[in-house]
């Protein structure tokens, strides 16, 4: 069985920063072990393929068309269609090109029934630079979806 995957929320968090945690996330509910991975999949190849190698594609292919998006600073964006316009124009400046970004670390997968899920990840961001060239610091990203 292939889970419909639904992106509930994005939401961004700065704290300082320290190493992601790679234990396997905590897994709640009812659902099958199928699905956790296909989970794992689809959100590793958005934030790789996507977030990783400045694709808009890969980056939208988690999104449904009811999405959420809340960055670190507050920015918020609904609907897919919002939501990848502003990741375009983020992909575009040159300082978000800098940065260096750990590993993905899946923190929880929640299911809410058997076909929804929420899923928690981490990623800690490194190097990035702001508009005016000055260093972004470091920041940790929980991402819900």
């Not at 980056?59 to 918020?76: K, V």
């Not at 124009?89 to 923190?107: S, Y």
């Not at 058997?114 to 990623?123: S, Y």
């Amino acid at each position: 069985m292939k889970l419909p995957f639904i992106l509930a929320a994005l939401a961004f968090a700065t704290v300082p920063m320290v190493a992601a945690q790679n234990a396997d996330p905590k897994i709640e509910g009812q659902h099958n072990p199928e699905d956790v991975v296909a989970i794992q999949k689809v959100v590793t190849a958005a934030v790789d393929e996507g977030w990783g190698k400045f694709d808009v594609a890969h980056t939208m292919a988690e999104f449904t068309p009811g999405a959420c998006w809340i960055n670190a600073y507050g920015i918020e964006k609904e609907g897919k269609e919002e939501i990848e316009k502003f990741v375009t124009r983020i992909f575009a400046a040159p300082g978000m090109r800098h940065r260096k970004q750990l590993p993905l670390a899946f923190r929880s997968i929640r299911f809410i029934r058997p076909d929804i899920a929420l899923v928690h990840t981490r990623q800690d961001t490194t190097d990035q630079l702001k508009a005016d060239g000055t260093p972004e610091g470091e920041r940790v990203s929980h991402v819900f979806r």
